[in-house]
């Protein structure tokens, strides 16, 4: 069983910035496609970034030239850079990876991330 794990959230004023990391139990990075997703009150979880087991990345368009994805496979390690950030940024962030071949997905417990002055 894959455990996904969070770190990084917090409180941080309007402009300023935090890095996610999500720890993985496992070595998976080679095999799945990791992505953060967000999810306000009141609304459903979507897609912030995503970044496949070759690099490739993508964004949602509320946060491209903002956020930045990446991951590191030596430390099981998937990171999200936020700079830039806005109240409507504020969220749960999870960690989510996905093999869709062998239809397997799994989610981190989620972290708060409140943007406010």
């Known amino acids: 069983q894959v455990q996904l794990v969070e770190s990084g959230g917090g409180l941080v004023q309007p402009g300023g910035s935090l890095r996610l990391s999500c720890a993985a139990s496992?070595?998976?990075?080679?095999?799945?496609?990791m992505a953060w997703y967000q999810q306000a009150p009141g609304k459903e979880r979507e897609l912030v970034a995503s970044?496949?087991?070759?690099?490739?990345?993508n964004y949602a368009d509320s946060v491209k030239g903002r956020f930045t994805i990446s991951r590191d496979t030596t430390k099981n390690t998937v990171y999200l850079q936020m700079n830039s950030l806005k109240p409507e940024d504020t969220a749960v962030y999870y960690c989510?990876?996905?093999?869709?071949?062998?239809?397997?997905?799994?989610w981190g417990q989620g972290i708060q991330v409140t943007v406010s002055s």
């Open positions: 496992g070595n998976i990075l080679r095999f799945y496609t």
């Open positions: 970044i496949t087991n070759t690099d490739y990345t």
């Open positions: 989510n990876a996905r093999n869709v071949l062998i239809r397997s997905t799994y």
